[in-house]
């Protein structure tokens, strides 16, 4: 190559790198990116019976860290009662192309208050601050919305919020806006009358003009616990909705029926011109697939059934799977789910679309061990109930000369929310779900604390094994117990980033 045509092509790629904005161009291009070294999850008190705020903590993860596996931060919100739970960011892949964009705001909806943190991660990323707090009343009195759940970015620089709840504790779905730079809420992404019974997730594909959202329930239903006959009132949602992503408008609404009772997560494929994805049902302990058909409309098929256990010693004859949460690999070619009351990740490799296949499991606790009150008197997967879960810890020095031995950490609880590293070998887990639910379904982790785990990942064949050197520890902090829910990286990851 002549020096000339060198320097212009070394020019050129300094020029495009320079005019790249947050995140990746590509999914496999987020692949390569750099190992997760930080991970932020928010903790909650709620339900804990300890008066304290809720906090985002900043857990190091790099195993060359002498701060490995340790929370290193607390940013402590000003408020009681706010049951943070998921995030999402100001700025992702879906601003690759836009230079003036940054990832420097982290966005942290608080389920119950109704309010929203924004949070600094660009100043310091291993000490997050409080940037500005959206009070309850801008999401009530300007959009007749309460209860944020997911946030995303757009292309557009805005950002947008689902929202499950009207300000009485109803249930309503719709969406907030708030701007990418002030961070006011600019009103409803929806169309008056648009808005669905109930709300939860959402995510979107420009390419195909389309976003799908789910239903999870009503906030009075769910408040402080999980009640059967609410699901007979109608108070938890069955549907799917599919709306045009340009004008707003919602095109469609898929009834899933029982199977397809309390559709929370929905991942479409990562790759930006696939017209599909999967949501994970959590009553219904079922993973639907919806997909664009011939004719242009949207329609689902179920692809994966964990059926329920007939048991004894819990509070139904019948003991659901409980899927409560879903992510896709960034190649797309392995999906993963939590069930919250059995106790196990799954690992199913997705090559065929249609026709999900099981390669990888693990249990981690749950309801149904073997040494538990629960009996599992009919199982159709004929399995024995699994033993429970213990992680090993490192020796501790307790005195010159002394070493002792711990058995290890005996994990309360059961895996639910998930977080995949970029290069999709290692896959963390937390325990909590929802403090309502956890107190009800797992006292015993409420008393101790949750913990985050990880699976190290066989990305070939597939296959998951629990990493014995690694636990966070949430049982051991310096307000109490606490109940640490989803994980979120500072680079984005593949439950926050959306390619256009």
């Known amino acids: 190559m002549a020096a000339g045509t060198w320097l212009v092509s070394r020019t050129s790629f300094l020029a495009s790198c320079l005019s790249c904005g947050p995140g990746y161009k590509t999914p496999l291009d987020a692949m390569k990116g750099r190992r997760e070294e930080i991970v932020y999850l928010p903790c909650v008190y709620r339900n804990t019976g300890i008066t304290k705020p809720d906090y985002l903590a900043t857990v190091d993860i790099d195993p060359k860290s002498p ?7 607390r940013l402590e919100m000003p408020n009681l009662c706010d049951e943070l739970h998921h995030s999402g960011w100001n700025a ?14 982290l966005i942290l909806p608080s389920l119950i208050s109704s309010r929203v943190y924004v949070v600094d991660v660009g100043a310091d990323a291993r000490a997050p601050r409080i940037h500005k707090i959206v009070e309850p009343t801008e999401l009530m ?17 805005q950002i947008m919020i689902s929202c499950i709840g009207d300000p009485c504790g109803n249930g309503k779905g719709g969406f907030v806006l708030l701007d990418g730079e002030s961070f006011e809420v600019l009103g409803n992404w929806e169309h008056p009358g648009d808005e669905t019974a109930f709300g939860y997730d ?15 329930g009503a906030p009075k239903a769910l408040a402080n616990g999980f009640n059967v006959e609410h699901v007979q009132e109608g108070l938890y949602g069955t549907s799917i909705h599919v709306w045009d992503w340009t004008s707003h408008k919602k095109l469609q609404s898929l009834d899933l029926g029982a199977e397809g009772a309390v559709p929370l997560e929905v991942r479409f494929l990562h790759e930006p011109s696939a017209a599909e994805g999967y949501v994970g049902c959590a009553l219904g302990s079922t993973v639907f697939r919806f997909f664009k058909t011939q004719k ?25 799977s409980l899927i409560t949460d879903i ?11 939590s069930n919250w009351l059995h106790g196990d990740i799954r690992q199913y490799d997705i090559t065929d679309r249609s026709a999900p296949r099981l390669v990888g499991q693990a249990f981690l606790g749950g309801s149904i061990l073997s ?17 429970p879960c213990f992680i090993k810890v490192n020796p501790t020095r307790q005195e010159p000369g002394c070493i002792h031995m711990s058995r290890g950490k005996r994990i309360q609880g059961s895996p639910q929310m998930l977080q995949m590293s970029l290069d999709g070998k290692r896959l963390y887990v937390t325990t909590s779900l929802y403090s309502g639910w956890d107190k009800q379904f797992y006292p015993d982790m409420v008393k101790e604390g949750s913990v985050m785990m990880q699976l190290d990942v066989d990305t070939v064949n597939g296959g998951l094994a629990l990493n014995q050197n690694f636990l966070v520890d949430f049982g051991k902090e310096p307000h109490g117990p606490v109940l640490a829910h989803e994980l979120r990286y500072p680079g984005g990851d593949c439950t926050s980033d959306i390619w256009l």
Request: glycine letters at 6%.
């Open 202 to 216: 959402f995510w979107y594909q420009p390419r195909h003009n389309v976003m799908i959202s789910t239903e999870w």
């Open 92 to 105: 992702c892949s879906s601003c690759f192309g836009d230079a003036s964009k940054s990832r420097n705001r």
């Open 296 to 320: 242009g409309d949207w329609a689902t098929e179920r692809v994966i059934k964990v059926p329920s256990k007939k048991v004894e010693g819990w509070v139904l004859p019948e003991m659901p």
């Open 141 to 157: 009195w300007k959009c007749g919305l309460a209860n944020p759940h997911t946030s995303h970015c757009l292309g557009s620089g």
């Open 327 to 337: 992510l896709i690999s960034l190649d797309d070619r392995y999906l993963y789910f």
């Open 371 to 387: 040494d538990g009150p629960v009996r599992v008197v009919e199982d159709p997967e004929d399995r024995p109930q699994p033993p």
């Open 67 to 73: 701060t490995y596996c340790q929370v290193i931060h």
